[in-house]
């Protein structure tokens, strides 16, 4: 039987489905809730030095991209940090860990990047008896502006800078949250890295503008005839999350730094996902609030359901499975031949693989007068978009050809070998065989 | 419509067998809802929004999750989703074949409500019952053993229900049952077309693989097995013994031939060998306005009945039958008639016309009006009711039924009942596994407490 168990960073919860700083982690009343529809840990909402807390604006907050009939596909928001009095929060933090002693309390802090800042509020949060810290350098609206959040996350010598204060000021696991608004996510990871960190989590949100009001010619959400951006989260960040997760995972200088893996997830296999990229836990946020904290049921049954099938028994038998996997294009293999393969039996003849391919790909898929789809082989480059644009699952499939077999396209015989981009013909710059 | 395929007896007068051929009967009878492919299971699980606290929830009287279920087939864990129907309702098989949907869980959705076009919970659940039925797994264990042993006595929804239940929690429960075969009117009544494939049986297989129960069948209470004996060798008694006693009309020629009860015709028709032995008249007439009588009617139809009409003394709103099977009914080409009465069988030997007076309801209530008509009859079918068939010194009754508190315990000590046999709740097979589950839990906490 499957053991959800997680043990990040030493923090143990009892599986490894934690709620993002956010909005669902803004109170106590939120996390008791959360804790007994059964998350296994919060990362509370970010807290800002003592005094006047910030505040939020008074007109809507978010901002939203849909699928088919209606679906949340992304969810951008203008919110700040908390906007609640510091101690407010570190009673009710102090309270709820006490009662949940299983499950995992993690403080997510954003103060101004001078010492003295993260000097004063450390030893209250280390008060709380909360297991860890997460660093918020990821607010891309509103902090940034205020040389925090973003502004510093893009600058990985601040980042150094603070997570070395954060060290020598708090005795427990300090995670560095990292934003995705930045050309190469390893640079700030490894610059957590070396001022100590314990982890990395990422992503924060995506600087975005989901859509503009044209009536009133302002982008949405719009206060008051104006608008700015946001930060975009929800299922449409997860490629986007993973990618860069997987970067810092292969990554020789931090591949053994710990990934909490955020963006998107939604459903268990999201979770699996990130986890086989490296994460040892996934932190939720938009997939809560859109669906409830009860979101977090089929999360678990369907890690366990999976791990059972795979003969899994604890999810560290599987983080990080598909890191190895995870390469640079120019080492895919070149005699690794496919192609597209029409179920008969499923089609519905709804003709999109054909417009794709004959419009936009290698006009590989024939069509007759009664509507029967076919791919052609001599002209088919495997390149996936009819099985992308179908809209049956496992109607349209990639078969691998044999060695042996001719490619009818190429003319060639596929090569039992495994050859690559860098000792192929064509490249000027061919090398023998590398990796 | 029921295709009547060339047979040489499709016009035959009176009571006979095949006529229709055996290829047409097995075309007639699949299954009412056919099960969904992967496909179709996707595209209809996505449409579920995930309500919070769900009416769709409230609506199902087993309380299946059944946002969980779906969110959980459309994420690719249909076992998962299993787990989440069993969990509450041990007989989510069955349910999801025989639910009246329309009236319960698909009512409720949100869907039905914005689109007039409900989320497909039933065909859903079978989807993901099926997938774990279907290999073979049984998703519960048994707790450690308590020696308790209970008797349960009636192996239908609601002694099934019971007995799993109690056997999960560790007791030793032994079912007894008068008929020669276990599950109840799940084997005997349901129509033909709702649990095709020996589905009944199978479940009750399957049900019973969780261990622990012992089946003992040709036992009757009343008749061969004593309620005190039970009593006294039993830690608990369960009683779910349905309504085994049919209504009469109280006409003259009642026991003419060709005059029979709906459930009779229709337990024969679910054990027949083959479809083409049950016998069926040209002209069938069915009394009654409830879901026995439509699927008498509609079983009738589709056996080569060339006429086949369902009278009910009332107006149609007053049916319980819902507007789905209705006009199922109609859609067979079964004729409904309502607010008329039957007043007289005329017979000679057997049936031959069955006389209806029309009523009228009106400010001073229901009454019986001199007009009348006559239909021709080879059979009449009478559906009006059911009841109790079981008289014990101290169980009190209440209604017509064993009356229970709302654990299921009744007036005697260390008795309780659930199902149709009970007071409260519609007389239906997901109340019956829900009230089963319930005195299950009931008698396990009065027992272990
Ligand atoms: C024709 C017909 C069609 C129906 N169709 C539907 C439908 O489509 N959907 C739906 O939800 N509901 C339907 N129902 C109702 C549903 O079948 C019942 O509500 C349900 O079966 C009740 O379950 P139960 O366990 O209480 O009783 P039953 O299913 O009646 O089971 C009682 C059991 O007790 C046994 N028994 C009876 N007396 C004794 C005794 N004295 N000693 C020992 N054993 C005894 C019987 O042999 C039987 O096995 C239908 C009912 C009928 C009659
Ligand atoms: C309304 C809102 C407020 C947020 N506030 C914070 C915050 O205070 N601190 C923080 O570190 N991240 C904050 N986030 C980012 C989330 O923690 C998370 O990184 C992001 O939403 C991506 O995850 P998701 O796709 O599961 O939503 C916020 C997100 C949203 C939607
Ligand atoms: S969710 Fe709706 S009701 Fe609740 S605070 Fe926001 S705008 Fe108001």
Redesign the interface.
Known sequence: MANLQSNFLGIKSTNPFWLASAPPTDKEYNVRRAFEAGWGGVVWKTLGSEGPPVVNVNGPRYGAVYGADRRLLGLNNIELITDRDLYTNLEEIKRVKADYPDRAVIVSIMVPCEEEAWKAILPLVEDTGADGIELNFGCPHGMSERGMGAAVGQVPEYIEMVTRWCKQYYSKPVIVKLTPNITDIRKPAAAAKRGGADAVSLINTINSITSVNLDSMSPEPSIDGKGTHGGYCGPAVKPIAMSMVSEIARNPETADLPISGIGGVTTWRDAAEFMALGCGNVQVCTAAMTYGFKIVQEMISGLEQWMDEKGYTSIDEFVGMAVPNTTDWQYLNLNYIAKAKIDQDLCISCGRCFAACEDTSHQAISMTPDRKFEVIDAECVACNLCVNVCPVEGCISMEEMDAGKTDPRTGKVVEDQYANWTTHPNNPAAMEPAE | MPTTSPSNKVRADGVVSARLSSEQLNENFCDLHAPLS??EA?VAA??CY?C?DAPCITACPTSIDI??FI??IS???P??AA??IFKQNILGGMCARVCPTETLCEEACVRETAENDPVEIGRLQRFATDKVMDAGVHPFTRAASTSKRIAVVGAGPAGLSCAHRLAMKGHDVVIFDGRQKAGGLNEFGIAAYKTVDQFAEREVEWLLSIGGITVELGKRLGENLELDELQSEFDAVFLGIGLAGVNALGLDNEDASGSDDAVEFIAALRQAAHLTNVDIGRNVVVIGGGMTAVDAAVQAKLLGAEHVSLVYRRGVENMNASKFEQDLAAQKGVNIITNAQPVGLIANGSVQEVEFAYTETGADGFKVTDETFRLKADQVFKAIGQKLALNVAGLDIEGGKIAVDENGLSSLDKVWAGGDCASGGDDLTVTAVAEGRDAAEDIHAKLMG
């Open positions: 992967p496909h996707k996505d449409r995930f919070h946002p969980l969110r959980q994420t690719g864990t076992e998962a787990t989440t």
